[in-house]
């Protein structure tokens, strides 16, 4: 049985909503665009509450409702280590803790 060489894919940052948010995102592949954006400003949470995004890739989504929606509790689940990991370092790259 031979080993499958695999390379980490290429990661690029992106600004949204007019550079108030900063994502780290794979290159190729799905990338967050006007979806991720239009979802975020669809939540209606208020400060206090909690939102939870299942699925949540490099954090797009919650990324912008952090910077919508100050005081609102963020919860990602991702199944995609890679992914997953991403979302942490956004967290971290936009001061969301």
Do not use: F, K
Not at 19 to 38: C, E, F, I, S, T
Not at 59 to 77: E, K, T
Not at 82 to 97: F, S
């Amino acid at each position: 049985m031979n080993a499958v060489e695999t390379t980490p894919p290429q990661i690029v940052e992106n600004g949204l909503l007019n550079g108030r948010v900063r994502l780290r995102q794979p290159a190729r592949g799905y990338r967050a665009g006007m979806d991720a954006a239009l979802l975020a400003a669809a939540v209606p949470a208020l400060p206090g509450q909690t939102v939870i995004e299942a699925g949540c890739g490099a954090g797009a989504v919650l990324m912008q409702i952090a910077a919508r929606r100050p005081g609102v509790r963020l919860m990602g689940i991702e199944r995609d280590p890679a992914m997953a990991a991403l979302a942490v370092e956004n967290a971290a790259l936009n001061r969301v803790a």
